[in-house]
């Protein structure tokens, strides 16, 4: 009988070294849930920040792992594991959900930006046809801006392309450019006017 006791604390051992494994099945959700996040091209557009936290508690999982691995089969414990694997299958999973909520608001952004972009372009034209009317302003500060309004609307056109196959970020991009254009041409011509009006 006093053999077995020996026998019986060794197998004990056997059986908590053999149930402390690492959580494979959450683990392994996790990486599926993050690498779906990485591969998707609107969150990497769209909600870069979040997949950045989704990345960084990634890395947390990862050295969780690495920092298990290397102590005693006795002494590891993967409730902390579990915990960052599921963790970074949520953040993943908010990256997703945060990217295709950005998409929604950049695409209303862009459709928005359309027409008040186009709705300017005019303004401005007759801002040029009268500024080339002001008695002695520098037209050398004028006639390039009187091409503006035909890139404009070349951009315009270029952004509404954009908008009818999903690029909103490009569409958007475009059209904050040119609209930031027209104010600050806007503005020279303001202060040429003005220059002018003084002399």
């Known amino acids: 009988m006093r053999y077995m006791r020996p026998l019986v604390f060794?197998?004990?051992?056997?059986?908590?070294?053999?149930?402390?494994?690492?959580?494979?099945?959450?683990?392994?959700?996790?990486?599926?849930?993050?690498?779906?996040a990485a591969k998707n091209p609107d969150v990497v557009t769209y909600a870069p920040d979040s997949l950045r936290a989704a990345q960084e508690k990634m890395a947390e999982l990862d050295s969780e792992i690495a920092a298990q691995a290397k102590?005693?089969?006795?002494?590891r414990n993967y409730d902390l594991t579990r915990t960052l694997a599921a963790e970074a299958a949520d953040e993943a999973r908010k990256a997703a959900a945060?990217?295709?909520?950005?998409?929604?608001q950049v695409a209303r952004?862009?459709?928005?930006?359309?027409?008040?972009?186009?709705?300017?372009?005019?303004l401005f034209e007759s801002k040029v046809w009268a500024a080339k009317r002001v008695p002695r302003i520098k037209m050398d500060f004028i006639t390039p801006l009187a091409l503006l309004p035909a890139q404009a609307r070349a951009t315009v056109a270029d952004a509404q392309k954009d908008i009818g196959g999903g690029a909103f970020a490009s569409a958007k991009a475009k059209l904050m450019a040119v609209k930031d254009q027209l104010t600050s041409s806007e503005e020279i011509i303001t202060e040429q006017t003005r220059i002018a009006k003084s002399r």
Do not use: G, Y
């Open 71 to 75: 102590r005693n089969a006795l002494s």
């Open 109 to 122: 952004d862009a459709s928005s930006l359309v027409e008040e972009v186009a709705a300017a372009i005019p």
């Open 98 to 104: 945060d990217a295709a909520a950005a998409k929604e």
């Open 10 to 36: 060794f197998v004990t051992l056997f059986c908590i070294a053999s149930c402390a494994k690492p959580p494979q099945a959450e683990i392994d959700a996790s990486k599926a849930a993050m690498d779906a």
